[in-house]
Every structure is written in C-alpha cells, then in structure tokens.
C-alpha cells in the first residue's frame, strides 16, 4: 500500500466516525432543557413574588395624599349615637352591622326577636320613625338620627301595657310568644296611623308577621279590640 492510499484510508475512516463534540451536542442540548425547564407550581410561584414585588414598590413611592383619600372615601364611623325608646344611646358599630345584632346584642334589648334573619319572619320588627320595619334587614349606620322604638318602648300612657298588649292577652293571641314583640310592633304602627282600621287593612298590616302556632285570627281580634278601645 503506498503512503497516499494509506492518508485516503485514514480520512474515510475519520469521516464516518462522528465526531464526539457532535455526539455529545443531543445530550447537552437535552440538559439544558430539563435545566430551564419551570414546573407550574414554580411558575405560579415566581409571578406571585414578583407581583408582590412591584406592589410593594408602587406603595413605597406613593405619595401621603393619596392615604389620605382613601381613608376619607372608604372610612365609616364606628362609634354613633342612636335614638332608641327615647333615649339616645352610643354604640360601637361595624360597617355591615344590621340594627338588630345592635339592638340585642350590644344595648341589651332582647325583646327583638331573630327568626328568619333574612326579612321574612317579622320576629326582628321594630318602629323606625313611626313605620314598622324587619332590624334584621336594616343597616345600623343607616338609621343615625332616626327615632327606633323596640318592644321594651311600648307602653301605655300610665306606663303599664300598651292597648294593643292588653288587647291581644284578652284574645289570647300569643302562644309560645316568640312573634309576638314583631306583631305588638305592627299593630302598634298601624294603630298610630290609622286609628281605625278595617278588618282588611289590620290583617295588611300584620301580614308581614308569621306566627307558627298559627293564632292570625287572635291576633287580628286584637288589633280590632284595641281601635275600638274595649
């Protein structure tokens, strides 16, 4: 064999063995990916940080009017005075309070019955400005200023039971008893605006009060027994 067959030998050889650099390119390649490679965890993690991050920074660099602004569009006075029975009366109260979670358990006037908690039993009526209402419903900080009467403010002009709380005991209206401050509030708010009602109109103002032992009719013999004033 001569040298120059020898040289040609050796360079086919040379060209059909790939070269380790290449042969190793797939690998690293490969590993670079798995490298770089973001669980979703991982990334839910990092976008929470760096928002986060940013966040912090715009609350850095914002200025002391802008704090200012904000207590003063969203801020909701918590200590208010109340006119309840006649007196008034300062409360603590927090923004999404209703009047009667105030009524029985911060000024202690548990004649206010929850029932239903979503205006449809009538057990929670109070007076507001003469006009009967369901304080289960009703915002405290929407009735500031505003004259509440509860069951405990009912009365009679001598000071013993209201005609409408005697009346009702004539006709035995209340069984168990736990509607009956709601419907006392009802009749008493009807009465006030019309002292003589009708059958019909009596049985209007006390629909929105419902009795489980189901004594509608005492109730209404009631309500007709104190307009006639017996």
């Known amino acids: 064999m001569s040298l120059r067959d020898s040289k040609n030998k050796q360079t086919h050889a040379s060209a059909d063995k790939p070269d380790d650099r290449e042969a190793e390119f797939p690998q690293r ?8 490679r973001t669980s979703r965890r991982e990334f839910i993690k990092g976008v929470i940080a760096s928002g986060a991050t940013v966040a912090a920074a715009s609350y850095l660099f914002r200025g002391p009017d802008f704090a200012q602004a904000k207590t003063a569009a969203g801020a ?3 200590l208010v005075s109340l ?3 006649g007196q008034t ?6 923004p999404q309070e209703t009047l009667a979670m105030t009524l029985r358990y911060k000024l202690g006037l548990t004649g206010t019955k929850l029932g239903c908690d979503r205006a449809e039993c009538g057990a929670c009526t109070v007076m507001i400005d003469d006009v009967p209402h369901y304080s ?4 405290t900080h929407s009735v500031r200023g505003r004259a509440i009467t509860t069951i405990e403010g009912i009365k009679g002009e001598d000071g013993g039971l209201h005609p409408v ?8 209206g209340p069984q168990c008893g736990f509607c009956t401050p709601g419907q006392v509030i009802s009749a008493v708010a009807l009465l006030k605006a019309n002292p003589k009602p009708t059958a019909d109109e009596a049985r209007q103002a006390l629909s929105g009060n419902l009795c489980r032992c189901g004594a509608y009719d005492h109730y209404l013999r009631g309500v007709m027994r104190a307009a006639r004033g017996a």
């Open 89 to 94: 009366r300062r409360v603590d109260v927090l």
């Open 76 to 78: 909701v006075e918590r």
């Open 136 to 139: 289960c419903s009703t915002l």
């Open 83 to 85: 006119k309840v029975n």
């Open 29 to 36: 390649f490969a590993s670079g990916i798995a490298r770089t």
């Open 165 to 172: 709380q005697k009346a009702f005991v004539e006709e035995l």
